[in-house]
């Protein structure tokens, strides 16, 4: 294939893979964080964390649909124009005409592997941990008001009657359990003020009371005060919080292949590790077999004489059925037992396998007779000489 022609299509294809995955990573994206995250998380600021952190996972599942889809609408384009049908008038054979999405399609396959085994294990800590933060409200500026709230296993109880500004409550309550000094605090204050340092949250209380119970005694001491100030265990200045776990997602490529003894150990975790084994190295891989078969349906199926259309819009939809398919098999059957890799690895094989065949039988181009096979036949009469 002329090197300006390898060029045009390779443009094409991979200008189609960028408007496509756009169309496909920001509704996916935008969907799930609404789904996992309160209105309150906006004016906490935790959205961009948690954009940051489920984008990379997003794009590497979606990157092989949007290459296979990318691939059926520029051949079904160039089908309809009946570009193919000049194409093989030039005598280029089938593969050459699909050089250039395949070279295109090995390229995201690398990048797919790159985003799986590096990029998105080390961004999706930060949607774990907003999630930790949303959970446990560990932000003060997503607390409601009229609503009790616990901390520390139990040991603080926060309330708060309202809000005046997004950092200063009104009437607060604060009930705390000191194992230490086997006593029992309750706090309350017309106002306080959340500020946050390094570590967590300093809460400044003005014109309040402290009562203190003994666990031991039941003695009662109550004093008041104009100035209290209180530490509580929330997202401070510095970052979100520790969460002191991390799943096997989180894990880079090295760390993922080692922990795989321990997951060993439970049914349930063997299930995770293994549904993530085949996210890291099965999904990328589907870049290839999807960008095979969309050119295998559209050149095999759609007509390439430019008079029709039609069967391009059936090869759109396939690939994002095949592909949908896949990934709900993998989340499913993975955590029921891990021998299903076996028929999700055969199904890909088949994809490939069958993808491969079409356009080898579009390539083929069978010997020319020979002249002795045009000679007339017993029973036949001869030509005139």
């Known amino acids: 294939m002329p090197h300006l022609l390898f060029h045009y299509i390779f443009k094409r294809v991979g200008f189609n893979v960028l408007v496509v995955q756009l169309a496909l990573s920001v509704p996916v994206v935008l969907s799930y964080l609404l789904y996992q995250l309160p209105p309150a998380a906006v ?40 570009m193919v049908a ?32 590096f990029v998105a294990p080390h961004y999706s800590s930060y949607m ?39 950092d200063i409550a009104a009437n607060l309550f604060v009930r705390q359990i000191s194992i230490e000094k086997m006593q029992e605090e309750t706090i309350t204050a017309a106002r306080a003020e959340f500020r946050r340092n390094e570590s967590g949250v300093i809460v400044a209380l003005s014109n309040g009371s402290i009562q203190t119970r003994s666990l031991t005694s039941n003695d009662v001491r109550l004093a008041n005060f104009d100035e209290y100030a209180m ?28 922990s795989r003894d ?29 960008t095979l ?18 069967a391009g819009g059936l090869t759109i939809i396939a690939i994002p059925a095949v592909h949908i398919a896949f990934l709900v098999a993998l989340e499913s059957l993975l955590r029921i037992s891990a021998w299903f890799s076996i028929v999700l690895l055969a199904a890909v ?37």
């Not at 952190?53 to 384009?77: C, D, K, N």
């Not at 049914?267 to 996210?279: L, P, S």
């Not at 078969?293 to 039609?310: D, E, H, K």
């Open 293 to 310: 078969l969309a050119m295998a349906l559209v050149l095999a199926f759609g007509n390439i004489t430019g008079r029709r259309g039609a």
């Open 231 to 258: 530490a509580l265990p929330m997202q401070g200045s510095s970052g979100l919080p520790d969460r002191g776990w991390k799943g096997v997602y989180e894990l880079s490529a090295g760390a993922f292949l080692t």
């Open 262 to 290: 321990l997951a060993k150990a439970d049914a349930r975790q063997q299930g995770e590790w293994m549904a993530e084994a085949a996210k890291r190295f099965g999904v990328p891989m589907l870049a290839l077999a999807h």
């Open 43 to 82: 004016r906490g600021g935790l959205v961009i964390p948690a954009l940051v952190g489920v984008t990379p996972t997003v794009a590497y599942v979606t990157l092989p649909m949007a290459i296979g889809v990318a691939t059926a609408l520029e051949f079904s384009r160039m089908a309809s124009e009946g």
């Open 86 to 117: 000049v194409l093989y008038a030039l005598r280029l054979s089938v593969w050459s005409i699909c050089r250039p999405a395949l070279s295109l399609a090995g390229g995201i396959v690398i990048l797919g592997y790159i985003l799986a085994n």
């Open 349 to 385: 094989a088949a994809e490939i396998a069958l993808s491969i065949w079409l356009i080898a039988r579009l390539n083929y181009s069978p010997r020319p007779r020979p002249f002795d096979a045009y000679a007339p036949h017993e029973g036949y009469a001869a030509p005139v000489a």
């Open 128 to 166: 774990q941990d907003v999630l930790n933060v949303v959970n446990n409200s560990l932000n003060h500026r997503m607390l409601d008001a009229a609503r009790f709230y616990t901390f520390s296993n139990g040991v603080k109880t926060l309330y708060i009657e309202r809000w005046v500004t997004p």
